[in-house]
């Protein structure tokens, strides 16, 4: 299908992932890494270090001095939120640009990823989950394929919608059916390209759990909690917008308490306000 192969041609033109992504990566997995460690991985990129020390500095984090070392930004901030900050920003690139054919102006699909990615660390924390950082880096990465695809959806997205509409499929089933591809799978395969783990590829292709199998992972089922979260959210932005299934199961297992749902929506609602302070410092 010449559509099939335009697809994947593209893959190649997104921005490369720094290799210091998997190293950072690798070391916060790892329970013997010393603080050390990760700060002399990230001390020895100059380009990353200037970012992450622009936004421990910038007003909306609010510190009472001015931080002048990533030693002081882990002292300060702990160990978590620093990864996060440079997992955000060295991924940040490709998903901070306009995809037209989701309806996601500029920074609109880079400024969900994020606070989605730590409303999935947060249910990843309170079910005591293993590898926070790799949960956090596929909710962050899990639409990338969006940043490929939305030129052919932009194209045929009255079909899809139509599927949606009629035939009552998802807006992934939909774009499959129309186009011979989805972004969950596409997502797979710029993930597998990226050279990240076996896991976290499952995890960003299967995010919307339409694999029934996926549904008893844990990790791939907080990326689709969290990604459903980040819908009810922002039920204006964005064409696909709640055009998925509701796997209430999965949803009963998490939250017997419903309150947990109103909580996270809060949460996220507070994070993409953080969020913005951030790119106010660009």
């Known amino acids: 299908m010449d559509s099939l192969a335009g697809i994947l041609k593209k893959v190649n033109q997104l921005d490369p992932i720094p290799m210091v992504i998997h190293k950072v990566l690798d070391l916060a997995d790892d329970p013997d890494t010393s603080l050390s460690d990760l700060v002399e991985v990230v001390e020895r990129d100059p380009a990353i270090t ?10 909306s984090m609010g510190l009472p001095v001015k931080v002048d070392s990533v030693q002081q930004s882990v002292a300060m901030l702990g160990l978590q939120q620093v990864v996060e900050m440079v997992l955000a920003q060295n991924l940040s690139g490709n998903l ?51 940043v490929v695809l939305h030129e052919f959806v932009a194209d045929r997205l009255d079909a899809i919608q139509e599927l949606v509409s009629r035939k009552g499929l998802s807006f992934v089933e939909a774009e499959n059916e129309v186009l011979g591809m989805d972004h969950t799978t596409l997502g797979g395969i710029i993930a597998k390209q990226w050279q990240f783990s076996p896991h976290m590829i499952y995890m960003i292709e299967n995010h919307h759990l339409t694999n029934p199998a996926s549904w008893n992972d844990p990790a791939t089922a907080t990326l689709y909690l969290a990604d459903t979260v980040a819908m009810m959210v922002d039920t204006g932005i964005g064409v696909d917008r709640l055009a998925y299934h509701v796997v209430q199961d999965v949803f009963n297992d998490f939250f017997p308490d419903k309150q947990q749902i109103k909580s996270l929506m809060i949460a996220y609602k507070g994070f993409q306000r953080k969020i913005q302070g951030f790119m106010e410092t660009d």
Do not use: C, F
Not at 113 to 141: C, D, K, N, W
């Open 96 to 146: 901070n640009r306009s995809q037209k054919g989701y309806g996601l102006a500029k920074g609109d699909l880079w400024r969900q990823s994020v606070a989605g990615a730590m409303v999935a660390r947060t249910i990843a924390g309170e079910q005591e989950l293993m590898s926070l950082p790799a949960i956090y880096t596929a909710a962050l990465l899990k639409d990338i394929g969006k």
């Open 50 to 59: 200037a970012n992450l020390l622009k936004t421990v500095n910038s007003a």
